[in-house]
């Protein structure tokens, strides 16, 4: 079976691919910046170039899918996101009648019709009521808030409940919602391949029913952050959509669509999907948000932020907060091949050093010491050559692609979780792209406090290491590097 999917860049898009194709399918990817996707799940998923605004790029596409994936939405990129998405969503269903699609599957929000809707619930139905019209037969499932690292509701309570040791809140956080985890939703996705082809909708949730106040308060108890919630009733969605605008990097267009919706309960009322998905059994609150915080362990890097953010990342430097991660991200061109550059970044650490400040790097492996953390005096395994798990200095290697890319965890004594990695990416025949990314998830206020208090040290620091990790793979061959 071949599918198509849409959104291969977002967060869920991204991690739906791979699962689909470790299923054995044939999987066709859609995308506005083909480029962007090009290495990112291997050879054997197909990308196309195309733009859903066109109808002749979208038939070219859909052409011998059997089932299309719609995974898109304009809120982030329009004020106008509802007719955008109707516009969108008819050309979209009509394409995919003329190419002989046998079915879509179409994931949205949840919410009661019978109730008045926020217009951004309104248009997720609307959306599926659309893409119905074209007569191709439709999958439709509808989620609450979606609990995974790069969903923007999600992560507007990771910011608010990290920031704010107290909470001034409006009466909508005393609303029920029933969250579902990412790895729940992508079995019902999945899982929609096997279904006969007719048009159904399916309402989707985890295993809790919680006030987004509950909701909170568990995630600061799993974090270990003690918080208060005090509701009170003179906050507007508009006002609403101004604090978090002042406290967290989301723009106030982008939440006050969310904010309103959030005055909808957002609960699964029929048991269709427990009929149908028997085998789907999804998981609580607490062990969803777990899983959504724990970095550390994942080498799998469709499940990782950092795809979510690289995809909407900025293509040159970037330094500053998006999405729960402060970042500082540097980009180089290198004259050489993508294995030379990979070969320097895959030397640093042990006797070699960081190329860049070394003794602003001794500096902190002393200030480590003295607070009980290793400091930089393990070294490294080896002078060349790394395995995921492999100490170097106070970083361990958390993934590794020999000759392209690099991701260190670091295991300093920080209020947060810190990474470094490294990205060759090749561009022409004897040329790449590095980017290097420094990545902090703060714990609490200390956790900000913590770097912008460091953040004129990397600005020194990974300014000047990106530039001469690229010098040094001008200069040097990989032999001589990695000797």
């Not at 009733?233 to 106030?252: D, E, G, K, M, Q």
């Not at 402060?326 to 006797?351: K, M, N």
Request: charged fraction near 25%; charge should be positive.
């Amino acid at each position: 079976m071949r599918v198509l999917v849409t959104g291969a860049t977002g967060y869920i898009g991204g991690r739906l691919v791979p699962r689909l194709r470790d299923a054995g399918l044939q999987v066709r990817c859609l995308a506005r910046a083909a480029g962007r996707l090009h290495g990112r799940f291997g050879e054997s998923v197909e990308i196309v170039e195309g733009d859903l605004d066109d109808s002749g790029s979208l038939v070219a596409a859909l052409r011998d899918c059997e089932v299309a994936y719609y995974l898109v939405h304009s809120m982030a990129s329009s004020s106008r996101f509802a007719q955008v998405d109707r516009e969108t969503a008819r050309r979209f269903g009509d394409a995919a009648r003329a190419a002989g699609v046998k079915g879509i599957v179409y994931l949205g929000g949840l919410g009661d019709d019978r109730d008045a809707l926020s217009a951004h619930l309104r248009s997720r139905h609307e959306v599926g009521d659309v893409l119905r019209e074209s007569r191709v037969p439709v999958v439709e499932f509808r989620a609450a808030q979606i609990i995974g690292s790069g969903s923007i509701s999600f992560e507007m309570m990771r910011y608010l409940t990290e920031r704010l040791p107290l909470m001034i809140a409006p009466r909508w956080v005393t609303t029920l919602c029933q969250p579902i985890g990412i790895r729940d939703v992508l079995a019902y996705l999945i899982g929609a391949l096997s279904l006969p082809r007719r048009s159904r909708i399916y309402e989707i949730g985890g295993g809790d029913v919680l006030t987004y106040r509950e909701m909170m308060l568990r995630y600061a108890a799993i974090r270990g952050l003690k918080r208060q919630i005090v509701v009170v009733p003179f906050f507007s969605p508009t006002l609403s959509s101004y604090w978090v605008h002042l406290i967290t990097p989301i723009p106030a267009r982008l939440a006050r669509p969310l904010i309103k919706g959030l005055h909808n309960e957002v609960v699964v009322r029929d048991s269709n999907a427990a009929n149908d998905f028997p085998n789907i059994h999804p998981l609580g609150y607490d062990d969803a948000v777990r899983l959504a915080l724990d970095r550390s362990r994942s080498g799998e890097r469709e499940s990782t932020w950092f795809d979510a953010f690289a995809a909407r990342a900025p293509r040159g430097d970037f330094a500053g907060l998006q999405e729960g991660m402060l970042i500082d991200r540097r980009v180089g061109e290198a004259a050489v091949a993508p294995a030379r550059v990979a070969a320097v970044f895959s030397s640093l650490g042990g006797t070699r050093g960081w190329l860049s400040s070394d003794r602003l790097w001794r500096i902190r492996g002393w200030m480590d010491r003295m607070v009980g953390g290793t400091g930089l005096r393990r070294g490294r395994r080896a002078v060349n050559g790394l395995r995921i798990g492999d100490v170097v200095d106070f970083w361990r290697v958390d993934a590794y692609e020999p000759g392209r890319f690099l991701r260190l965890r670091a295991e300093m004594k920080v209020p947060g979780r810190a990474w470094l990695q490294f990205e060759a990416n090749p561009k022409g025949s004897n040329a790449c792209t590095l980017v290097q990314t420094a990545f902090f998830e703060p714990r609490g206020l200390w956790g900000y406090l913590y770097w912008y208090a460091v953040a004129p040290f990397h600005a020194s620091i990974f300014g000047s290491m990106a530039k001469r990790i690229i010098d040094a793979a001008g200069s040097a061959s990989v032999t001589e590097v990695t000797r």
